[in-house]
């Protein structure tokens, strides 16, 4: 395991350094400043802003000033939020998204999967195609509809809970989570059901039938462990995208979390913190696909990790 653990970490280098290169091009690239204002700066202001931040030095100089820093774990200041470096940014607002990412992520996976068993023992029934339909409504149906619908609904009609910020204390979660959640267990519950509708097709299964082991048990014991397998590999890139924030989410209710600094970023073409965003979700995702790899083996022993 260890050996398997050493490989993927030594890919994971090579990957962040295309990640990091990609990004920092990228946002060259893109028209504008961070020092662009309304009001136009005097040449020489500009030029003395731009030497402070090494920006009037060749692009390839700052590309590999940049790499040298990262290597040392240093991000740069932000260029637009005055006196924070990009990691004292990532510390102050990571909690946010972090809470509403582990939230959203359990309540889909609970209400995901037990949908998903649940259509597979009623396979073609009444109860399949209710859960089936229900799935297909919260794939189609994108998070800037449902957040303003619920919005309107439960904060501005009934008054139940807080429609923006942070004011409300754990009720300001509630909303949030939901709309997070409500795609992933379309999702989950798919995958759930297919899975299960295949397992309980088997031969292991019918076996322990004929012993006369109860159904109950074949499902949680037998049946569940084997049906998850392909859940366990989508939720790896999926954790990551709930655990650094919504872009949609964050912006509507207006939650100081890391989906929201980023749009803000970037449209502020604030670079370093961009691109200390993107590097934290690059190495995010690689971390999760690694747990998840570990974990498909602790479920199948049929895998060997070496």
Known sequence: MLRFIGRRLLVALPTLFLVVTVAFFMMRAAPGSPFDTDRKLPPEIEKNVMAKYG???????????????????????????????????????????????????????????????????????????????????????????????????????????????????????????????????????????????????????RTARAKGLPEHRIVTRHALRAAILPLVSYLGPAC???????????KIFNLPGLGKFFVISALQRDYTVVMGMVIFYAALILALNLIADLLYAALDPRVRLA
């Open 55 to 205: 920006m009037d030095r060749p692009l390839v100089v700052q590309y590999a000033d940049y790499l040298k820093d990262v290597a040392h774990g240093d991000f740069g200041p932000s260029l637009k939020y005055k006196d924070k470096t990009v990691l004292e940014i990532l510390a102050e607002n990571y909690g946010v998204s972090l809470r509403l990412g582990l939230a959203a992520i359990v309540l889909a996976g609970v209400i995901g999967v037990s949908l998903g068993v649940l259509a597979a023992l009623r396979q073609n029934k009444s109860t399949d195609y209710a859960v089936m339909t229900v799935a297909i409504l919260g794939v189609c149906i994108p998070t800037f509809v449902t957040a303003p619908l619920l919005v309107l609904t439960f904060g501005s009609w009934l008054g139940w809970f807080p429609t923006a910020g942070l004011s409300g204390g754990v009720r300001a979660y509630v909303l949030p989570v939901i709309v997070l959640a409500l795609p992933q267990v379309a999702i989950i519950s798919r995958l759930t059901r297919a899975g299960m509708i295949e397992v309980l097709r088997s031969n292991y299964v």
């Open 240 to 250: 990551a995208g709930l655990l650094t924030g919504s872009l949609v989410v964050e």
